[in-house]
């Protein structure tokens, strides 16, 4: 008979149970008892967990959509094709959680869309709110097939398919140029800290080197989503195309580290590397994961075709990259401000919370939505 | 060019008196309690540095970080000095507060609704007429009012005759230059004075802004050019693909169409 259908207790049900709890008081804290009882910001340290991770490594994890997109449209690597839905997925899916983050980070919320009526074109953060704005719907137009064609009547869905592929071209060149701006002006908003951000940090070049770390760690991203969906949502995919972006990713993080390099010799910082205190320490760390660490791990034959190891190596990628985001944000403005900022746990619950959403969206997507094909006799 | 106002702030005058507080406190409605530090309710307090007493206050700069950083221009100079806050038109992202390279602004944490918090000079006042309420309560006259460039040659000429004053201007080139100034007979690292940048701030940001049309020009030109040159590939691909035999794609896998 048709009972109530218990759900199954799982572990990672109860974990999902949990996180939305804390995420759920965090809410509450966060709009019915203030700023103040919700995080740990002070006036020294008015950008703390929701910019650094939420924002600046939400939005930079985030860039593996343009670039796949660029490489199979603009470039013609067809090779990319399977793949190109579920990095424009996953995306998609972190700009909607960066938006998310926005209503917890901003101080008025509800003023979002001020931006678009009151205008500084002086301002770092306006092009970057702009960007962030126009890109967004950039990447809705260009996931939407995937949701349109589920649409059960024919006229419709093929009238709104032929004129979202009449646009495409456009959509995903105005992306990369979005994506380009935004990516680097993120960096571009620590410019101004000039005299507070630590020397192993600041730099003109912060611009140049935002954008480049961001391509490498979004591609890190794909490829970690890409091997969970192989391994857990019995998905049909070649994992040769893993191999193939790991490829990409070791040359970019070889870039970026060089050119980091260089900016630390010239712009004299290099006294800073070697001196006993917590931001060396941090700046070594965040230089470990992000690039020794991978560099030689996905130089190693045994990583680059075990699906299983890129997935670890590609996630020290990402942690790298948050290192760097949570360094430039938090660690290397530690010292100026003179306070010493831990976040709330309210802070990680909500950010845990919004971050559960983007995974369980896109599990449901890939599940529902014909992002990745499937093996026959999928349980749904 | 436009007259602005200025503040001389002369630390050997101040006698800590705190008459400042207090007048900013009155003019704005605040509690009366004296503050340690900046707060929302204390634009401005004097702080101690040993024997000395230092005032604290925005600087108003004469090409602010804040204003240049507001992304919705909430903060602006104004033409006759001060860098004003329109509360009506903050959004709460606190980029100010970051950017601020005297760390001046603050923000009311403690509220639902919060907002930026940070002195004016009085502007108001001053637009009818009448000096800073802070400057019109010190009884020693540390803290004088008046045209920027004549209270910059006042505070020239008083360090150049005066030995005891310490060889410098704090403000007159911090930021690219302030509109309150402070001149001290010790050293200002030794006061806990910040060594800001020697530079207009927003111009760290400008030449990177400077950027967008080429990103924008170069980019799309460089994209669109890429992108014509995989057309035409595929073009001729297709056309010596027509002598061959053709062989379908998946099209499980080719989800895009063509």
Known sequence: MAGIRVPRITLWRVIVAVILAAGLYATYARFALGFSQATHLTDPQPWGLWVGLGTLCGVGLSAGGFGIAAAVYLLGFERYRPVLRTAVLVSFLGYMSVMAGMMYELGLPWRIWHPIVMWNRSSMLFEVSWCVMLYSTVLALEFSPALVEKIPWVGLRTCYLKQQHRILIGLVLVGCVLSSLHQSFLGGLYLLTKGKLDPLWYTPYLTTLFYLSAIPAGLAVTVMALYLCVRSLNVRLDTKILSELSRVIAPMLALYGILRGVDLVTHGAIPYLFRWREETLSFWLEIGLFVVGPLVLLSLERVQNNPQYLHWTCSLVVMGFMANRLNVSITGLQTSSGVYYVPKWTEFAATLMVLTAVVMAFRYAVKYLDILPKNAGVRS | ?258
């Open chain 2, 1 to 258: 060019m436009e007259r602005t106002r200025a503040i001389l702030v002369d630390i050997t005058k101040c006698i800590g008196c705190r008459s400042c507080e207090q007048a900013c406190k009155d003019v704005h409605g605040f509690p009366k309690e004296t503050e340690a530090k900046l707060s929302p309710t204390a634009l401005t307090v004097v702080e101690e540095r040993g024997d000395k007493f230092v005032r604290r206050m925005c600087m108003h700069c004469q090409d602010a970080a804040c204003a240049s950083a507001c992304l919705v221009g909430a903060l602006k100079k104004t033409s006759l000095g001060p860098v004003t806050y329109d509360a009506s038109k903050c959004i709460g992202c606190r980029y100010c507060l970051v950017a601020c390279p005297f760390s001046v602004p603050r923000y009311e944490w403690t509220k639902l609704v919060p907002y930026v918090k940070k002195c004016d000079m009085c502007a108001a006042r001053q637009a009818s007429g009448q000096a800073p309420a802070c400057v019109e309560a010190c009884p020693t006259g540390a803290s004088i009012v008046g045209w920027r460039d004549e209270i910059l040659e006042e505070a020239q000429r008083l360090v150049l005759n005066d030995s005891k004053y310490a060889k410098h201007i704090y403000g007159s080139e911090e930021a690219g230059g302030t509109s309150v100034f402070f001149i001290s007979d010790v050293p200002f690292e030794k006061l806990g004075f910040v060594a800001a940048p020697r530079q207009p701030m927003p111009a760290l940001s400008a030449a990177a802004l400077g950027d967008v049309p080429t990103v924008v020009l170069v980019g799309g030109a460089l994209l669109s050019g890429l992108y014509w040159i995989t057309e035409r590939r595929n073009q001729v691909a297709m056309a010596e693909g027509e002598k061959k035999a053709f062989t379908p794609k998946d099209t499980k896998l080719n989800h895009e169409g063509h």
